[in-house]
């Protein structure tokens, strides 16, 4: 083998796997950009206990919005059916309900503001494993979705301003 042959190979080589890495980075920018699984919680099992939880959104003002609930414990392999109430009188202050995997609720929020008000503040994002719409004075939601695998999830209000007051902690023991 000549050296320009051998060289040849090189250089086709080095494009090859310039093309590979590009092409394989791009496959997994929307689905994988974080090392945290996608779960789809809205398979839920019909022979599955169902646990009814209730959590009201609330305040009057910026200052006393909250989640009248600051955790929730709930058991794997249960069914959860959560109804989110919004009591805040200000149509100007709608609230919505996002559970995310732990230690993401602030950059859930964040891309919630690009994401903005056509999609409810909630972004596509693998890191959102169930939500509701914003709702707004007097609305409620019921979700129902499949309790996810042990562990402790965040859930957050994902409405510009809010992720940092309303938020909460889920654990699934
Ligand atoms: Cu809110």
Redesign the pocket.
Known sequence: MTIATQKTILICACFYLIACTGESQKDTIDTSATNRPAYDLTKTDPSAKVVELTIV?QGEDMSK?SFDMKSMKVSAGTTVKLTIKST?PDAS????WVLVHKGTMEQVAMAGLQAGRELDFVPKSPDVLVHTKLLGPGEEQTLTFSAPPPGKYEYV???PG?WSI?NGVLTVE
Request: proline letters at 8%; charged letters at 0%.
């Open positions: 959104a919005m805040s202050m709608p609230h919505n209000c994902t409405y809010h309303m």
